[in-house]
């Protein structure tokens, strides 16, 4: 056994080289992993306070680098139509009426594990019917979905995320109920591209 290991010491200095390389190879990796999921961004979109179409919609950053919320897009569903429009300014607020206008945008940076109230359900739709220059939103909707478009703290890349919620009527009323707990992801650069495009295109 000794003599073999003798003859075949060289071939097995470097398969115990090529070994080793491929464990610190795996070891850097999983780091790599775990530093880059530390460092991915997450936005919550989540309806609070009630059910109903007084519910309020928080926006959370629940990543480790503070965000630069830059819009909000609302997709809204009826039964003859659908619109996407955006829903990022306070318009329901009269802007002599405030003293701080920034209080009348939900665009502004949100520190980590901090979250913004972007308004009730009745008032983003106020807001879609506002901008699309139609009234009877309220009436007819069956779904709204919530896309959040922000800017990275740490980087120049869009980051984004969506929350379905499904329009639930009873008694005369719409109760949203979220389609799923968390708030999807968006990471797809073919998605934020789409959502780049978008933004550009109504860019006024």
Same mark, same amino acid.
């Given at each position: 056994?000794?003599?073999?290991?003798?003859? %075949?010491?060289? +071939?097995?200095?470097?398969?115990?080289?090529?070994?080793?390389?491929?464990?610190? $190879?795996?070891?850097? !990796?999983?780091?790599?992993?775990?530093f880059r999921r530390q460092r991915q961004p997450v936005i919550l979109i989540n309806r609070s306070i009630a059910r109903d179409e007084n519910a309020h919609c928080f926006v959370t950053n629940?990543?480790?680098? &503070?965000?630069?919320?830059?819009?909000?897009?609302?997709? #809204?569903?009826? /039964?003859?139509?659908?619109? !996407?429009?955006?829903? @990022? /300014?306070? /318009?329901?607020?009269?802007?002599? =009426?405030? /003293? %701080? &206008?920034? @209080?009348? +945008? %939900?665009?502004? &940076?949100?520190?980590?594990?901090?979250?913004? =109230?972007i308004g009730s359900f009745l008032d983003l739709l106020r807001r879609a019917e506002a901008r699309i220059g139609t009234e009877g939103l309220f009436d007819k909707v069956r779904?709204?979905? $919530? @896309? #959040?478009?922000?800017? =990275?703290?740490?980087?120049?890349?869009?980051?984004?995320?969506? !929350?379905?919620?499904?329009?639930?009527?009873?008694d005369g009323k719409p109760y949203f109920v979220p389609e799923r707990i968390m708030a999807h992801q968006i990471r797809n650069i073919f998605q934020r591209r789409k959502i780049t495009a978008m933004l550009e295109e109504q860019i006024e």
């Amino acid at each position: 056994m000794l003599d073999w290991i003798a003859e %075949n010491s060289g +071939t097995l200095q470097v398969a115990v080289s090529l070994l080793t390389a491929v464990v610190w $190879l795996a070891y850097l !990796h999983i780091l790599w992993l775990n530093f880059r999921r530390q460092r991915q961004p997450v936005i919550l979109i989540n309806r609070s306070i009630a059910r109903d179409e007084n519910a309020h919609c928080f926006v959370t950053n629940m990543g480790a680098e &503070p965000i630069y919320l830059l819009e909000v897009m609302a997709r #809204v569903v009826t /039964e003859e139509k659908t619109y !996407h429009v955006k829903v @990022t /300014e306070r /318009e329901e607020v009269a802007l002599n =009426d405030v /003293e %701080n &206008p920034l @209080t009348r +945008t %939900n665009q502004g &940076p949100i520190k980590s594990g901090e979250f913004i =109230d972007i308004g009730s359900f009745l008032d983003l739709l106020r807001r879609a019917e506002a901008r699309i220059g139609t009234e009877g939103l309220f009436d007819k909707v069956r779904q709204m979905d $919530l @896309t #959040v478009a922000a800017a =990275d703290g740490h980087t120049t890349r869009l980051i984004a995320a969506r !929350h379905a919620f499904r329009a639930e009527w009873k008694d005369g009323k719409p109760y949203f109920v979220p389609e799923r707990i968390m708030a999807h992801q968006i990471r797809n650069i073919f998605q934020r591209r789409k959502i780049t495009a978008m933004l550009e295109e109504q860019i006024e």
